[in-house]
């Protein structure tokens, strides 16, 4: 098979940067559902642009490109053992070409290997069959949303709800409270897998791959198309909405499977995927390696926004070299031959996505429903910090500074490396290239906040820091030096990696590469920057508000509904 590894490279690259064309309906029947004059409704939008975005560019829609997992059905004779390094190669290619983020960190000394390979890295289930082809089926999924993975054991007294027995309405509770539990951190609206029986381990790999699935399908096991319904109607209940910010979509897919189990465990398991629901396959001929078959429908001309457009193109679609290069792509890219559109789909030009930085400025009513639109440049006083208030629309600009798990321990006991008096910290791990002329930003959107609650405190107060950009919120010890101190915490679009990575227009220094490209610390220039204030100097919280009434409204669901 030699051009095996030629095809996982393109299957690695389609996935990480196009948005499979079921998923993109999914996310434009959630716009169709929210308010655009709104937080979510804000975010949602800018959603819709970086996923344009990505797909023009050949970026990662989302920074953190996840554990890449494969699951490949081969027929009796193949040669397993070779494929394996022809998916390591990939992989290598992958991540040196900026489509994958390096995420494979040795858990002991906490080295990041540079190339995504490691013990355990990538993930890869070899299953045989008596097809005569060869199915390959890849999906990344990030470590925000891997974070908010659950299982339950049956029987469990669950918060709001109650006691959840070992039968359908048992299940039902678990997966409402899933949905719950989440919040805003694993980047919602999101998709869930869910797996009932089976072990520890076999439970949350089959709630893994029921996210395999199409979205659009439907589930053979009756009783388990009801559950999936009603989960569907009823978690957007919840309110949480879109990125945790309050609305009307909160999820926007969930599919059910079941196995056996021992008799004396029942295990719920729940597989949570972000918003950016990157996974694709490919039908391989085993005497070749090339691609016979994309399994998944491309996104390309497949709408975001919900309207009607004609879709022109029937063949897999190649990007031509001389547009490669003018848009900086890596120039093997330009080659690549996207999954094939569907004619019957919906679209809308990548092109009309609005660039944040070309000219056009948020509207302040239709961005937040009303709160204000502020311009700060860093370093920022205490007296403009203070002067925001959960709401606010703000645009910064100026330099700032990345900031993650390792640099937030380090700093606990030492001296920063810059002021940091005035400056903003971004929860970030770019996906960053280097040529000639140096750094450059290849993706760069908010990772998950709440893993630096038991530093960020302490941090704030000790370097100056007036301002904290990352998703999810943070929790009390951190608002409470918000107001202490003088601080806010901005909530960024989880995901929006593309969108982000427009605003920074330099990268004026990094240090600490020792940690890694992810937890190192970029200096990075900024123009038009925008996030919200969802935690200020006051002591108000939208994400403690958002939780509070999420989970008077989970109570409505504690009677019986599957008997």
């Given at each position: 098979?030699?051009?095996?590894?030629?095809?996982?490279?393109?299957?690695?690259?389609?996935?990480?940067?196009?948005?499979?064309?079921?998923?993109?309906?999914?996310?434009?029947?959630?716009?169709?559902?929210?308010?655009?004059?709104?937080?979510?409704?804000?975010?949602?939008?800018?959603?819709?642009?970086?996923?344009?975005?990505?797909?023009?560019?050949?970026?990662?829609?989302?920074?953190?490109?996840?554990?890449?997992?494969?699951?490949?059905?081969?027929?009796?004779?193949?040669?397993?053992?070779?494929?394996?390094?022809?998916?390591?190669?990939?992989?290598?290619?992958?991540?040196?070409?900026?489509?994958?983020?390096?995420?494979?960190?040795?858990?002991?000394?906490?080295?990041?290997?540079?190339?995504?390979?490691?013990?355990?890295?990538?993930?890869?289930?070899?299953?045989?069959?008596?097809?005569?082809?060869?199915?390959?089926?890849?999906?990344?999924?990030?470590?925000?949303?891997?974070?908010?993975?659950?299982?339950?054991?049956?029987?469990?007294?669950?918060?709001?709800?109650?006691?959840?027995?070992?039968?359908?309405?048992?299940?039902?509770?678990?997966?409402?409270?899933?949905?719950?539990?989440?919040?805003?951190?694993?980047?919602?609206?999101?998709?869930?897998?869910?797996?009932?029986?089976?072990?520890?381990?076999?439970?949350?790999?089959?709630?893994?791959?029921?996210?395999?699935?199409?979205?659009?399908?439907?589930?053979?096991?009756?009783?388990?198309?009801?559950?999936?319904?009603?989960?569907?109607?009823?978690?957007?209940?919840?309110?949480?909405?879109?990125?945790?910010?309050?609305?009307?979509?909160?999820?926007?897919?969930?599919?059910?499977?079941?196995?056996?189990?021992?008799?004396?465990?029942?295990?719920?398991?729940?597989?949570?995927?972000?918003?950016?629901?990157?996974?694709?396959?490919?039908?391989?001929?085993?005497?070749?390696?090339?691609?016979?078959?994309?399994?998944?429908?491309?996104?390309?001309?497949?709408?975001?926004?919900?309207?009607?457009?004609?879709?022109?193109?029937?063949?897999?679609?190649?990007?031509?070299?001389?547009?490669?290069?003018?848009?900086?792509?890596?120039?093997?890219?330009?080659?690549?031959?996207?999954?094939?559109?569907?004619?019957?789909?919906?679209?809308?030009?990548?092109?009309?996505?609005?660039?944040?930085?070309?000219?056009?400025?948020?509207?302040?009513?239709?961005?937040?429903?009303?709160?204000?639109?502020?311009?700060?440049?860093?370093?920022?006083?205490?007296?403009?910090?203070?002067?925001?208030?959960?709401?606010?629309?703000?645009?910064?600009?100026?330099?700032?500074?990345?900031?993650?798990?390792?640099?937030?321990?380090?700093?606990?006991?030492?001296?920063?490396?810059?002021?940091?008096?005035?400056?903003?910290i971004y929860h970030c791990g770019p996906v960053m290239l280097k040529d000639e002329e140096g750094w450059h930003v290849k993706a760069a959107g908010p990772t998950t906040s709440i893993r630096e609650e038991p530093y960020q405190g302490d941090i704030i107060k000790k370097f100056g820091i007036r301002a904290v950009i990352g998703k999810g919120g943070m929790g009390p010890k951190t608002l409470k030096a918000l107001g202490e101190h003088g601080g806010v915490y901005l909530n960024a679009i989880g995901g929006a990696a593309q969108y982000y990575a427009e605003c920074i227009k330099k990268v004026n220094a990094v240090d600490f590469m020792e940690f890694g490209i992810p937890e190192a610390m970029w200096h990075l220039q900024v123009d038009g920057f925008a996030a919200i204030v969802t935690m200020d100097a006051h002591g108000n919280s939208l994400h403690a508000d958002v939780e509070k009434d999420s989970a008077a409204k989970l109570a409505q669901f504690r009677e019986p509904v599957f008997k």
């Amino acid at each position: 098979m030699q051009h095996f590894e030629d095809s996982i490279y393109n299957l690695i690259v389609e996935t990480s940067t196009n948005l499979p064309g079921d998923v993109r309906r999914a996310v434009a029947k959630g716009r169709a559902l929210e308010d655009r004059a709104t937080r979510s409704g804000l975010a949602l939008t800018t959603i819709a642009q970086n996923i344009g975005m990505a797909e023009l560019q050949v970026s990662p829609i989302c920074q953190d490109t996840g554990m890449p997992t494969f699951i490949i059905h081969t027929p009796v004779g193949v040669n397993q053992i070779e494929m394996k390094k022809d998916i390591h190669s990939a992989i290598i290619r992958a991540t040196k070409n900026g489509k994958l983020r390096p995420n494979s960190v040795d858990s002991l000394t906490g080295e990041n290997s540079g190339d995504n390979l490691g013990p355990g890295t990538p993930v890869i289930h070899f299953e045989q069959w008596e097809e005569e082809g060869i199915d390959v089926r890849l999906i990344l999924k990030g470590g925000g949303c891997e974070n908010k993975n659950i299982q339950y054991s049956l029987p469990a007294e669950l918060e709001g709800l109650g006691k959840a027995g070992r039968d359908l309405d048992g299940i039902r509770k678990c997966i409402l409270h899933s949905v719950y539990q989440a919040q805003g951190q694993g980047c919602s609206a999101g998709f869930i897998g869910v797996g009932i029986g089976g072990d520890r381990t076999t439970g949350y790999e089959l709630a893994k791959k029921q996210l395999f699935r199409k979205v659009e399908d439907v589930n053979p096991t009756q009783d388990l198309g009801k559950l999936e319904d009603y989960i569907m109607e009823n978690a957007n209940k919840l309110g949480i909405g879109t990125m945790g910010f309050g609305g009307e979509v909160t999820l926007l897919g969930c599919k059910i499977g079941v196995m056996n189990r021992l008799p004396a465990s029942f295990f719920v398991s729940v597989a949570y995927n972000c918003w950016a629901f990157r996974r694709q396959g490919i039908l391989v001929n085993p005497a070749t390696g090339d691609i016979k078959e994309w399994l998944y429908e491309s996104g390309t001309g497949i709408s975001v926004d919900g309207e009607e457009a004609l879709v022109q193109v029937a063949e897999p679609v190649a990007v031509s070299a001389a547009d490669g290069v003018s848009q900086g792509m890596i120039p093997e890219d330009a080659t690549i031959p996207a999954a094939p559109a569907i004619l019957s789909g919906t679209g809308e030009a990548a092109s009309d996505a609005v660039v944040p930085g070309n000219g056009k400025e948020i509207e302040p009513a239709a961005a937040s429903g009303g709160s204000r639109e502020i311009r700060l440049t860093t370093p920022i006083s205490e007296e403009d910090i203070r002067s925001l208030r959960v709401g606010d629309v703000v645009i910064l600009s100026g330099e700032m500074h990345t900031g993650r798990d390792a640099l937030h321990k380090y700093l606990m006991d030492h001296d920063a490396p810059v002021d940091l008096n005035g400056a903003v910290i971004y929860h970030c791990g770019p996906v960053m290239l280097k040529d000639e002329e140096g750094w450059h930003v290849k993706a760069a959107g908010p990772t998950t906040s709440i893993r630096e609650e038991p530093y960020q405190g302490d941090i704030i107060k000790k370097f100056g820091i007036r301002a904290v950009i990352g998703k999810g919120g943070m929790g009390p010890k951190t608002l409470k030096a918000l107001g202490e101190h003088g601080g806010v915490y901005l909530n960024a679009i989880g995901g929006a990696a593309q969108y982000y990575a427009e605003c920074i227009k330099k990268v004026n220094a990094v240090d600490f590469m020792e940690f890694g490209i992810p937890e190192a610390m970029w200096h990075l220039q900024v123009d038009g920057f925008a996030a919200i204030v969802t935690m200020d100097a006051h002591g108000n919280s939208l994400h403690a508000d958002v939780e509070k009434d999420s989970a008077a409204k989970l109570a409505q669901f504690r009677e019986p509904v599957f008997k």
